[in-house]
């Protein structure tokens, strides 16, 4: 998540990751604290089993990934469904802030790396925490994962 804004997602988003055993990377200026009572109240108890890692900007989380082909960037203002990709395990999927997406810049300079969720009804955009669950269930249902083995 680059510069999640609203704890409430993140909590959320942090949940999905504890039961999907993925790991959650923040990234840059966040509009909340980790400690934040909304953000602990939205990931309940399962916090404490969270993998995650705090970057303090962007440059900082892309030099530590390695296989910079495999990371998906999801935004509402691209063509490529994320249905038409092939995920692998590894792959990193890429959110940006809730009232603005991800910098117009990173969509430029990876439009083959850029995935959208499809939204036929009269929306703007899903809930964050919704589409990037959306995501990584679609994600592991491709690479195949069975209960308690992922």
Same mark, same amino acid.
């Given at each position: 998540?680059? &510069?999640? &804004?609203?704890?409430?997602?993140?909590?959320?988003?942090?949940?999905?990751?504890?039961?999907?055993?993925?790991?959650?990377?923040?990234?840059?200026?966040?509009? $909340?604290?980790?400690?934040?009572?909304?953000?602990?109240?939205?990931?309940?108890?399962?916090? !404490?089993? +969270?993998?995650? #890692?705090?970057?303090?900007?962007?440059?900082?989380?892309? &030099?530590?990934?390695?296989?910079?082909?495999?990371? $998906?960037? #999801?935004?509402?203002?691209?063509?490529?469904?994320?249905?038409?990709?092939? $995920?692998?395990?590894?792959?990193?999927?890429?959110?940006?802030?809730? !009232?603005?997406?991800?910098?117009? &810049?990173?969509?430029?300079?990876?439009?083959?790396?850029? +995935?959208?969720?499809?939204?036929?009804?009269?929306?703007?955009?899903?809930?964050?925490? !919704?589409?990037?669950?959306?995501?990584?269930?679609?994600?592991?249902?491709?690479?195949?994962?069975?209960?308690? !083995?992922?």
């Amino acid at each position: 998540m680059i &510069e999640p &804004e609203i704890p409430q997602n993140t909590g959320n988003i942090g949940r999905t990751c504890v039961a999907t055993r993925s790991a959650l990377h923040l990234v840059g200026q966040m509009g $909340f604290e980790i400690n934040d009572k909304n953000l602990k109240r939205a990931g309940l108890d399962y916090w !404490t089993h +969270l993998q995650w #890692f705090q970057h303090s900007n962007y440059e900082e989380w892309w &030099e530590k990934v390695e296989n910079k082909n495999r990371v $998906f960037f #999801f935004s509402t203002k691209v063509k490529k469904s994320y249905t038409e990709e092939k $995920f692998q395990a590894g792959d990193w999927l890429v959110f940006g802030r809730e !009232t603005r997406g991800l910098d117009p &810049e990173i969509l430029k300079s990876y439009p083959d790396q850029c +995935l959208r969720i499809p939204q036929p009804g009269p929306v703007r955009s899903l809930n964050l925490a !919704t589409a990037a669950a959306i995501a990584v269930y679609e994600g592991l249902r491709q690479i195949g994962f069975d209960e308690g !083995t992922v």
